[in-house]
């Protein structure tokens, strides 16, 4: 069984930086591409950005574009999302999660994924 656990949330101030990591169980961690969705309140889980095995590949939404770097460390079976420029749109619960379809910006392009960790931006 996989399992993610995101971590790194909070509150930040508008204009701030927050660091998501999601840890990930399981050996198979550097076979498979990464993504983060995000899910505000009364809206629908929005794609964020995606990395592909090796790391050497990145997608983002537009949204977020020149702000979040995703990336990640085969090393240690952990992912991140640095979120710097943060503004109170990007309030949210942020989820990660393994994907079978590389660089998907859809849900169902991923198998598992975490519980979630709430990032609240302040004005």
């Known amino acids: 069984q996989v399992q993610l656990v995101e971590s790194g949330g909070g509150l930040v101030q508008a204009g701030g930086s927050l660091r998501l990591s999601c840890a990930t169980s399981g050996r198979t961690f550097s076979s498979y591409g990464m993504g983060w969705f995000r899910r505000a309140p009364g809206k629908e889980r929005q794609f964020v950005a995606a990395?592909?095995?090796?790391?050497?590949?990145?997608r983002y939404a537009d949204s977020v574009k020149g702000r979040f770097t995703i990336s990640r460390d085969n090393a240690k079976n952990t992912a991140y999302l640095q979120m710097n420029s943060l503004s109170p749109e990007d309030t949210a619960v942020y989820y990660c999660a393994r994907g079978i379809v590389t660089g998907g910006i859809r849900p169902y392009d991923y198998d598992y994924w975490g519980q979630g960790t709430q990032v609240t931006v302040s004005s």
């Open positions: 990395i592909n095995w090796s790391g050497g590949v990145t």
